[in-house]
């Protein structure tokens, strides 16, 4: 059995899909608790201490306040930990096409700086490389949430960058690919 090479690229797939798990757990206590049959005998209300004859509108107003409060939060979770989920496909799939599509060119990885996330309580990384092309123009690339310095395992300090032709914003700095050409050479 062949493990998977651990990855440089930080991925946050599972946050949404934690929020998702959670958001469903709270719609779903939100539409038991409406679908359930309660009577108003079963109902127990008391206002400072007297206990107050419960009606069929007593228990609608609990069932809501019961909706509110549990499908509030189960729908800002869902919605929430779907944007998340979404975005990183995404992500994978426009870096997909980028490198079936895209050009590709070697880059010189010129900084290693601090990104604005924080994940146990450390700071994530950013390779930063620049490629200069034959007018002598030069582009800087900047890659995505790294969990270390990738730049030791770099061949000559080369990185693979896949860029849209129409869109040179469009671009993916394929770490992981280039540390793995690294790895192989070592």
């Given at each position: 059995?062949?493990?998977?090479?651990?990855?440089?690229?930080?991925?946050?797939?599972?946050?949404?899909?934690?929020?998702?798990?959670?958001?469903?757990?709270?719609?779903?206590?939100?539409?038991?608790?409406?679908?359930?049959?309660?009577?108003?005998?079963?109902?127990?209300?008391?206002?400072?201490?007297?206990?107050?004859?419960?009606?069929l509108e007593t228990v609608r107003s609990f069932k809501l306040i019961f909706a509110v409060a549990f499908g509030?939060?189960g729908l800002l979770l869902l919605l929430s930990g779907g944007f998340i989920y979404g975005r990183n496909a995404?992500?994978?799939?426009?870096?997909?096409?980028?490198?079936?599509?895209?050009?590709?060119?070697?880059?010189?990885?010129?900084?290693?700086?601090?990104?604005?996330?924080?994940?146990?309580?450390?700071?994530?990384?950013?390779?930063?490389?620049?490629?200069?092309?034959?007018?002598?123009?030069?582009?800087?690339?900047?890659?995505?949430?790294?969990?270390?310095?990738?730049?030791?395992?770099?061949?000559?300090?080369?990185?693979?960058?896949?860029?849209?032709?129409?869109?040179?914003?469009?671009?993916?700095?394929?770490?992981?690919?280039?540390?793995?050409?690294?790895?192989?050479?070592?």
């Amino acid at each position: 059995m062949r493990k998977k090479p651990k990855s440089f690229i930080q991925s946050f797939s599972w946050v949404g899909v934690m929020l998702i798990v959670m958001g469903a757990i709270f719609a779903g206590i939100a539409i038991i608790i409406q679908l359930m049959h309660i009577s108003p005998e079963g109902v127990n209300v008391t206002i400072n201490g007297v206990r107050q004859p419960a009606t069929l509108e007593t228990v609608r107003s609990f069932k809501l306040i019961f909706a509110v409060a549990f499908g509030t939060p189960g729908l800002l979770l869902l919605l929430s930990g779907g944007f998340i989920y979404g975005r990183n496909a995404a992500n994978f799939r426009r870096m997909s096409w980028l490198k079936e599509n895209g050009v590709r060119v070697f880059a010189e990885a010129t900084g290693f700086t601090q990104s604005n996330v924080r994940v146990n309580n450390r700071r994530l990384m950013r390779l930063t490389c620049a490629h200069t092309d034959y007018l002598e123009t030069t582009y800087v690339f900047k890659s995505g949430a790294l969990r270390m310095d990738p730049t030791p395992y770099l061949p000559e300090g080369k990185i693979a960058v896949y860029y849209d032709r129409s869109n040179m914003h469009r671009y993916f700095v394929d770490v992981d690919g280039s540390a793995e050409i690294g790895r192989r050479v070592v």
